[in-house]
């Protein structure tokens, strides 16, 4: 098993990510897939849509095999969201 190492610093990968998602793929993908998890390589813009990281990480990995893979969810500020949400609505 190959361990890929970063080849970027944390704030560049996340900007190289958020640009390409913006410019390029957020008009493909958006529409019907709310929710959704899209894994991006960072260098090529490749990249591959699914219902988990574990599936969209191995579909672009099979596509292309040294990916720098940046992850986003459809529809939301982030992939994962950590700690209690308040269920009042806001007035």
Do not use: C
């Amino acid at each position: 098993m190959t361990i890929r190492q970063p080849r970027y610093s944390k704030e560049e990968f996340a900007q190289r990510g958020d640009a390409l998602y913006d410019s390029q793929i957020r008009s493909q993908v958006e529409e019907g897939n709310h929710g959704k998890i899209v894994a991006i390589d960072i260098e090529t813009g490749a990249f591959e849509i699914a219902d988990s990281i574990v599936t969209a990480s191995e579909h672009l990995l099979t596509r292309v095999p040294d990916a720098q893979t940046w992850f986003i969810r459809i529809g939301h500020q982030a992939v994962y969201h950590f700690g209690a949400r308040s269920l009042k609505k806001s007035v």
